[in-house]
Nanobody
Framework: QVQLVESGGGLVQAGGSLRLSCAAS????????MGWFRQAPGKEREFVGV????????FLADSVKGRFTISRDNAKNAVYLEMNSLKPEDTAVYYC????????????????????WGQGTQVTVSS
């Protein structure tokens, strides 16, 4: 099991930037693909991006492609979401999550494949 704690959320104007961090504890972190999801009020949880256990592969949702970057530092047990050119529609609670399927699993965009979730961090983008 991996314990996850997100940070870095806040209030930012449209066009601004934020960097979210997710600190992980647990010895299996470096073998897990890691994902970012978000949930806006009244909406279902939405996939944002995923990064492979090695950091060598990433995949981002079309809605954030070109604006967001996902990265990780296994030495620090951390994964990051760099968000640029933020839009009001990016407002949501952002969650990081660890893929539960184990080492060498393919990248997934499905929330059901992620077994450990953080508590979330609020991102609010004002127009």
């Amino acid at each position: 099991q991996v314990q996850l704690v997100e940070s870095g959320g806040g209030l930012v104007q449209a066009g601004g930037s934020l960097r979210l961090s997710c600190a992980a504890s647990g010895h299996i972190f470096s073998s897990c693909n890691m994902g970012w999801f978000r949930q806006a009020p009244g909406k279902e949880r939405e996939f944002v991006g995923v990064i492979s256990w090695s950091g060598g592969s990433t995949f981002l949702a079309d809605s954030v492609k070109g604006r967001f970057t996902i990265s990780r530092d296994n030495a620090k047990n951390a994964v990051y979401l760099e968000m640029n050119s933020l839009k009001p529609e990016d407002t949501a609670v952002y969650y990081c999550a660890a893929d539960r399927r184990g080492y060498l699993a393919s990248l997934s965009i499905q929330a059901r494949d992620f077994g450990s979730w953080g508590q979330g961090t609020q991102v609010t983008v004002s127009s």
